[in-house]
């Protein structure tokens, strides 16, 4: 019901930057709280949170993140962002889409997108 799809990963040196988006399209009533989750390398089922945003715009990051990454959202157009500075070799990874949403009907459901690769070299 929703489609995700992640955009703006590739690989960059240590220090650079990328901006990560996330496009949600489908049949839903509204989107909830979405976030970011990387999956590091060699890893099957790891995804390793990175940042969340509310439909209000409240922001939550891990520790390893804080100040260099910055999330946001366009609720006008049902994308959320990752400006992603000051990248070091240990960011490198699958990162994920995810978001909560309510469906018709009243139930709230939760999905994930594919995935886009960043790689950061030292």
């Known amino acids: 019901q929703v489609h995700l799809v992640e955009s703006g990963g590739g690989s960059v040196q240590a220090g650079g930057s990328l901006r990560l988006s996330c496009a949600a399209s489908?049949?839903?009533?509204?989107?909830?709280?979405m976030g970011w989750y990387r999956q590091p390398p060699g890893t099957r089922d790891q995804r390793d949170l990175v940042?969340?945003?509310?439909?209000?715009?409240?922001?939550n990051y891990a520790d390893s993140v804080a100040g260099r990454f910055t999330v946001s959202r366009d609720n006008a157009k049902d994308t959320m962002y990752l400006q992603m500075n000051g990248l070091k070799p240990e960011d490198t990874g699958v990162y994920y889409c995810?978001?909560?949403?309510?469906?018709?009907?009243?139930?709230?459901?939760?999905?994930w997108g594919k995935g886009t690769l960043v790689t950061v070299s030292s």
């Open positions: 995810h978001t909560y949403f309510m469906a018709f009907g009243g139930v709230r459901k939760h999905d």
């Open positions: 489908g049949f839903y009533r509204a989107l909830e709280t």
């Open positions: 940042a969340t945003i509310t439909e209000d715009g409240i922001q």
